[in-house]
């Protein structure tokens, strides 16, 4: 009997978790589908900058966004040093 009640609560544990698992393999394929609609827009947004000689980097809109993204903001540093380079 202790196999099997230990097998339950072994089971009891992972299969919520694999649950939830499964719901963040989901959240990642939508912020892939998302960075890459983003990595898009930096390409248009760096031929706009080119045709009418902008510089890439705009510091004040940098600030702007950062703010946005609260406690997640060194994920946007990232993704917008990604997008520098996209636009080059």
Partial sequence: MTNNSSKERFEDKVY???ELRRVMDGIDDEII???AKRKF???KIG????R???PIHDEERRTYVEGKWGEFSQVY???HDLSKE???
């Fill in 16 to 18: 919520p978790m694999m």
């Fill in 33 to 35: 589908k998302l960075l």
């Fill in 41 to 43: 827009m930096s390409q």
């Fill in 47 to 50: 031929e706009i900058k080119k």
């Fill in 52 to 54: 009418h000689s902008l």
């Fill in 77 to 79: 540093r990232t993704i």
């Fill in 86 to 88: 996209y636009q080059k």
